[in-house]
């Protein structure tokens, strides 16, 4: 089966590093969700994208974070200056919507980047 | 607000012993609820999609489905390899996803 692809799978940095995840969304995809998941909160969406183009990240703390689609088989969320509380699991999710409405379509998950900052 | 509360937050039941868990959800025009499985250390796997009340959707030993307020996920006859974290998503009209913090599923031999 096609799977979504992330890595790094594991990523340990200390506070102030830049932390670069990728996401290769699995292939004829058009439509992209970064998630956090933390034991308190769950799965939170941080940004979307549909055809490379982002619509929607107003979960992503603007300061620090920032989400990319530089081609439709790289998806890019990027931490700088990373900080402990950022520490979690980190998914990407993509799925193929066809229209112009909202998606309604499943996620397909890969299996997230833990990120860890000290 | 836009609401999803998944219940139990835990569940151990025998193999061999049927239950149910709960997603309820409040939100503005439904457009679908989906159900998905958690392994530790994976990615959600997608289970099933129910768009409207009535609706029942069946895959092995797994049940779903949909009332206006909540959704059931219904497993008979659980084995060991049916535990995992569950969980339940809905989305409202809009792009956003409300995801429930699951229901840890243990069965045991």
């Known amino acids: 089966d096609a799977r979504v692809t992330q890595t790094p799978r594991h990523k340990v940095t200390e506070m102030g590093q830049e932390v670069t995840m990728r996401c290769q969304p699995i292939?004829?995809?058009?439509?992209v969700f970064w998630y956090r998941q933390t034991m308190m909160q769950g799965l939170e969406l941080l940004a979307y994208?549909?055809?490379?183009?982002?619509?929607?990240d107003s979960g992503m703390p603007k300061d620090r974070f920032s989400a990319e689609m530089p081609d439709a088989t790289l998806a890019t969320l990027k931490i700088q200056p990373s900080e402990p509380r950022d520490s979690a699991v980190y998914f990407c999710?993509?799925?193929?919507?066809?229209?112009?409405?909202?998606?309604?379509?499943?996620?397909?998950f890969g299996n997230g980047t833990r990120l860890t900052v000290t | 607000e836009d609401q999803v509360t998944q219940s139990p937050e835990a569940l151990r039941l025998q193999e061999g012993e049927s239950s149910s868990l709960n997603c309820s959800y409040t939100?503005?025009?439904?457009?679908?609820l989906f159900w998905y499985r958690q392994d530790p250390g994976k990615g959600p796997e997608f289970l099933f999609t129910?768009?409207?009340a009535g609706e029942e959707k069946e895959k092995e030993r797994l049940k779903a489905t949909l009332t206006k307020k909540e959704s059931f996920l219904h497993i008979t006859a659980p084995k060991p390899e049916d535990s995992a974290t569950y969980l339940c998503?809905?989305?409202?009209?809009?792009?956003?996803?409300?995801f429930g913090t699951g229901t840890s599923l243990t069965v045991i031999p």
């Open positions: 998503a809905v989305q409202a009209t809009g792009n956003q996803f409300y």
């Open positions: 994208f549909r055809n490379r183009a982002p619509l929607d």
């Open positions: 999710a993509s799925g193929l919507v066809r229209g112009p409405g909202p998606y309604n379509s499943p996620l397909h």
């Open positions: 129910l768009y409207s």
């Open positions: 292939l004829g995809h058009n439509t």
């Open positions: 939100v503005s025009g439904l457009r679908g």
